[in-house]
């Protein structure tokens, strides 16, 4: 049997041993570049479809539906809603404050797999209380982060609730909003995120 310590030195097999797991890493990374480098070509990404359900009779059965309808996983969502108040003689929204503390989170959303968020839908109405004012100047903010699981890329969607002149919370296509009272609340809040001008049959998504 060949002596193989004396053919090769211990030195020389370590350092092959540290050559060969550099390039078993350098391959496992351009395989990963590829990868991502491949979603982004043909834009595979998680896209996020969010529904609400508002109980009028009940605060405890209001809730969120979060659906993946993309055709990879999403990682790390977190949900933030933000009641913002509309001061109409200046046509901008001018007042902000977070009432989803702590915020919601999901580890992880497969595609059509959705998840359903319980809240009480009158802590909004005790955010920025109403004085004597239009109840449709107090729009909701939903703000849904997450990743992409492959490259941790990072993407946010925007959904926005208004209130109707009954008092209550609808989308922002719903339509019971008359576009001459709340057009200029629409433009004010996409232009808080740098939205061109509202166009309705151009939902945010």
């Known amino acids: 049997m060949p002596n193989f310590e004396k053919k090769f030195g211990w030195s020389e097999v370590i350092a092959l041993t540290a050559l060969l797991f550099s390039i078993g890493a350098s391959l496992l990374s351009w395989k990963a570049h590829n990868e991502t480098r491949f979603l982004n070509e043909l834009n595979f990404r998680p896209t996020i479809s969010f529904r609400t359900e508002f109980d009028e009779f009940s605060s405890k059965s209001s809730h969120f539906t979060i659906t993946n309808v993309g055709p990879v996983d999403a990682i790390k969502l977190q949900v933030q809603v933000t009641v913002l108040k509309y001061i109409p003689k200046?046509?901008?929204?001018?007042?902000?404050?977070?009432?989803?503390?702590?915020?919601?989170?999901?580890?992880?959303?497969?595609?059509?797999?959705?998840?359903?968020?319980?809240?009480?839908?009158?802590?909004?109405?005790?955010?920025?209380?109403?004085?004597?004012?239009?109840?449709?100047?107090?729009?909701?903010?939903?703000?849904?982060?997450?990743?992409?699981?492959?490259?941790?890329?990072?993407?946010?969607?925007?959904?926005?609730?208004?209130?109707?002149?009954?008092?209550?919370?609808?989308?922002?296509?719903?339509?019971?909003?008359?576009?001459?009272?709340?057009?200029?609340?629409?433009n004010a809040v996409h232009q808080r995120h740098n939205i061109k001008g509202y166009m309705p049959s151009n939902p945010l998504r």
């Open 90 to 186: 200046l046509k901008k929204i001018m007042m902000a404050s977070p009432v989803s503390n702590p915020d919601w989170f999901i580890r992880r959303l497969s595609p059509l797999k959705p998840e359903t968020i319980e809240f009480n839908n009158l802590v909004f109405d005790s955010v920025l209380p109403e004085v004597n004012e239009s109840p449709t100047n107090r729009v909701l903010e939903v703000q849904i982060t997450y990743h992409r699981d492959v490259d941790l890329k990072k993407y946010a969607e925007y959904f926005f609730y208004f209130k109707t002149l009954k008092g209550k919370w609808v989308d922002e296509n719903d339509s019971a909003l008359e576009p001459i009272i709340y057009n200029p609340i629409k």
